[in-house]
Structures are given as structure tokens and as C-alpha cells.
T-cell receptor
Framework: KNQVEQSPQSLIILEGKNCTLQCNYTVSPFSNLRWYKQDTGRGPVSLTIMTFSENTKSNGRYTATLDADTKQSSLHITASQLSDSASYICVVHGGYNKLIFGAGTRLAVHP | KAGVTQTPRYLIKTRGQQVTLSCSPISGHRSVSWYQQTPGQGLQFLFEYFSETQRNKGNFPGRFSGRQFSNSRSEMNVSTLELGDSALYLC??????????????FGPGTRLTVT
């Protein structure tokens, strides 16, 4: 069954600290994996897009990794800011008609 | 450059009615995808239109349909509304089909409430 599982479900960290969010998938075949940030009440915003051959991709303080062999991805946030408080969604594209979303990780950054 | 716009932003309908939502993509984008977001199911893919043709489709009943016009604007229609259709409906536009690696840009969504 094609699934995308994210952990943890929610996370609270202090401003300035780092954190890592996990995404495990069983989608096959694999086309690409995307991380999105969604602020409350707004549409998702793309952070990274990774294909099979890419291991790491950065976007400012956000760094995504991909291990296609173990079907795992992570999103690392460095030096968190209050504005990082949002839901982070992992999405796996598995070809035509196969677009699977994770349930998301809700991150709260406290001062 | 203007972003993705969706109208209306909020909508209240009664069970059994039908509804049409509109999405205007970023200028030059030819792909428009539609998504449903609910607290229980999260984000789910409805369908994608590219150059006026449906290219990809998620696992939703036939009550959910869409179309795309020659100017890339897209509409989504839901017929015979059910309480479970209450959700945030998001559209996203992209230069090319979602199976590629082009960025997708989401609109603010339309909040549909079915009573």
C-alpha cells in the first residue's frame, strides 16, 4: 500500500534550537519527494523537491535529506525562529495518479 | 507577479446542493491541481489539469469534477454535497505537470462548509 508516514506528529522547541522531522514512505515507483510548510489558514509553500539521485538539498535554514534505499527523508531546521511555527508536510510523487501526502508534523517554536 | 487566486474564499452550502470553485493560476503556468484538506484526512489530491486535459486523478468519487479553460483558469465542481465534503479546497499551479519537478504554488484555498 502506498503510504507516507511522518514523525513526530507534533513538536515543541525553543527558539534558536535545531530540530529534525522524519518522513518514511512506501510509495512505488518513486518520482520525487517534496517538503512543504503550511502556516495556519494558508496554502502550503514549497521548501524542497528531491529526486531519486539527490541526497541533500538546502533552502536557507531548511535542509532535506533523502535515502532512496531505505525510503526515508528528513527535514532539518537550523536555528529555529518563531516564524517556523507551522505544519510541515512530506509529499511523495509516485508517477501518474499517485500523489501521496503525509499527515504532517505540527511544529511550535516557543520564545 | 500575481500569485494563485481562488474564489470564493468562504462558502456555505446545504447538503444536496452543488458548488463550483474557481482557481486562477500564476501567469504562464499551464498546470492546475486541486486538493482537499480536512483535519481527519489531511491533504488529498483530487486531480490535475494541464493544457485543458485532466492528466492525473486521485481517488475521489465522480461527484468531484473539474475543467480547465484555454487561459489555464480552472474550476472544480462538487455535486450532491455531503457533510463530509466540508473542507479547505486548495489549488496549485505549476509550469508543467506535477509528475515533474517544477515548483507548485498554492492558492489560499476556499473554505467550504456543508450544513
Amino acid at each position: 500500500k502506498n503510504q507516507v508516514e511522518q514523525s513526530p506528529q507534533s513538536l515543541i522547541i525553543l527558539e534558536g534550537k535545531n530540530c529534525t522531522l522524519q518522513c518514511n514512505y512506501t510509495v512505488s515507483p518513486f518520482s520525487n519527494l517534496r517538503w512543504y510548510k503550511q502556516d495556519t489558514g494558508r496554502g502550503p509553500v514549497s521548501l524542497t523537491i528531491m529526486t531519486f539521485s539527490e541526497n541533500t538539498k538546502s533552502n536557507g535554514r531548511y535542509t532535506a535529506t533523502l535515502d532512496a534505499d531505505t525510503k526515508q527523508s528528513s527535514l532539518h531546521i537550523t536555528a529555529s525562529q518563531l516564524s517556523d511555527s507551522a505544519s510541515y508536510i512530506c509529499v511523495v510523487h509516485g508517477g501518474y495518479n499517485k500523489l501521496i501526502f503525509g499527515a504532517g508534523t505540527r511544529l511550535a517554536v516557543h520564545p | 507577479k500575481a500569485g494563485v487566486t481562488q474564489t470564493p474564499r468562504y462558502l456555505i452550502k446545504t447538503r444536496g446542493q452543488q458548488v463550483t470553485l474557481s482557481c486562477s493560476p500564476i501567469s504562464g503556468h499551464r498546470s492546475v491541481s486541486w486538493y482537499q484538506q480536512t483535519p481527519g484526512q489531511g491533504l488529498q489530491f483530487l486531480f490535475e489539469y494541464f493544457s485543458e486535459t485532466q492528466r492525473n486523478k486521485g481517488n475521489f468519487p465522480g461527484r468531484f469534477s473539474g475543467r480547465q479553460f484555454s487561459n489555464s483558469r480552472s474550476e472544480m465542481n462538487v455535486s450532491t454535497l455531503e457533510l463530509g465534503d466540508s473542507a479547505l479546497y486548495l489549488c496549485a499551479s505549476s509550469l508543467a505537470e506535477i509528475t515533474g519537478t517544477y515548483e507548485q504554488y498554492f492558492g489560499p484555498g476556499t473554505r467550504l462548509t456543508v450544513t
